[in-house]
């Protein structure tokens, strides 16, 4: 577990007043205690890198990034612990079983009860912590499998999810259905976000799992090394909206301070940004060098060919949010489908860009990220 | 089928609520019950099921083979309307407790109790078995949803593990030892309630609503006797719904007037139009529970609710309310 700023006092128990952090969301002002469950997964980590390195994190706030090595969620004791340890007065609630899709369509008990159960136990120790509110991370796998698009939020509910996964599916649904009957009773505005297809750096890159661009990231640099043709799984047509997980991550945090709605939010890039998985492989390929061949296994599933997100809401509240801002003189409106940290004589890190411009030109820029000496391999 | 051979201990959570006390009676007094088998009916006063070790507690102490499972939390619209939340969570403790260890001490088969009110609702009528294609009506979502999520664990409790826990799904229900409550606002009990003290006031009857609203009523010893089948005979992971069929539909006001003779009651009746009907209809499709018991035959709604009135009379001072 880390926690944010590193000069934090140790942590006994204070005398602290919850009623001045009540009033958070009226503007008035009161130390934040941000805990981020989950905190070491994709989206955490990218939280994590924006509070530290972007001034995501405001003075006298204090944020801690909790992993399932420091609790175990499931357990409603080990929850109540934590809150009692850190007190938090808001709650980034990130944490979750979950897998991909072959492991979801052969347990989908298990992603149901122990997704129901975190959920539970960290949204009602919140509760009875007085956190002031908490954002929940739900999934576009949630919405209906017959559904009409693009989807919105108000959407979710009229439907049975997908056969594969329902399990997962139902237990980040009924995040939407507790917060809902949390304001009803208690007042409480805790709400959640859905975004689309995540990519980022300290993702799980699991190949079994089905996760469309962790997954290709890492065959091809598979397939580069060993000199193989790269396999991708599908007719290579489905269409996906792609966030990268730091503009994900910036948006959590107006989430987090400025969003009042008790109904979920969509964050992704709009319908006009749409690509074909087949974009996201050529770009893959070009980023690692890849120039071998290129295979579509179309016995394998392509899962849904479209489910377009709507965005509308994102774009009614913030307008102006650009998407991964990369700042290498291009007027065009861009927008980065990839980013992978390459280790250049095992002392810096950089991450590649890819972006496109609408004439579908492919720009590669590289941006070096501060980083300890590490020991990992070599990427390429 | 898969039977099940050997003695069979039946624990019945929710033992002393109206489907309980229904089946208790159908075990004991008309040979539902087996040679060699044993029958507990539990109940909250015993068992706390909304705490997993209190559960264990009750499935390590009656090592059941077999449950029926009717335990909830239950309210009327007012309360449901007040505390979706807590008859989310409660509910949602309740089934997972009860599911999750009877899976994991080996129980053969779980029938649960679900309801119609679990249904979209906005949907086509009649209702068939598929309830989750849309939002369950915004007052008890809260209870809805955690009825719901017990298909759920059944379907996901079959793909993982191969088990056939199921449910089934009744319409409205009455008979002796309800809840008559009349705040709780569920149809049958509160009438038979309010025509009783209206009688033996001497003052008219009211009746919440116009009285059009169209009901499919199941009394509750049919209801138990139906259970015993499913739990013995019925080898499908979805749920069936049990009900009279749609031609015996009936209005409230047909519902009024079978009361009203039970009791004799001959007063006024006065239909409060301000009143909210609820839905005007709801008709459930039976056809899944005719095509395996053609020839099931329900007791006649009229007698149904002369021994059910009868009983209230009798025990007006114990019954709850």
Redesign the interface.
Known sequence: MKIWPPSEPSLQETDFNYSDTREQMNGSVGPMRVLVTGGSGLVGRAIERVVKEESGGREGETWIFLSSKDANLMSAEETRAVFQKHRPTHVIHLAAMVGGLFRNM?????F??NN??IN?NVL?TSQEFGVVKVVSCLSTCVFPDKTTYPIDETVM????PHESN??YA?AKR?ID??N???F???GLKYTAVIPTNMFGPHDNYNIEDGHVMPGLIHKTYLAKKEGKPLQVWGSGRALRQFIYSLDLARLFLWVLREYDEVEPIILSVGEEDELTVKDAVDAVAEAFGFEGEVIYDTSKSDGQIKKTANNAKLRKYLPDFKFTPFKQGDQHKRFSIYVFPILVKRRILIDVFLFFQPSRRLVIGLQPIMTPSVNEDLFI
Do not use: F, I, S, T
């Open positions: 052969r347990q989908n008990l298990d149901w009860r129901v159960h539970d009602h509910h009229n439907g049975a329902y399990g139902y009924m259905v507790h809902r009957a949390l009803q009773q208690y």
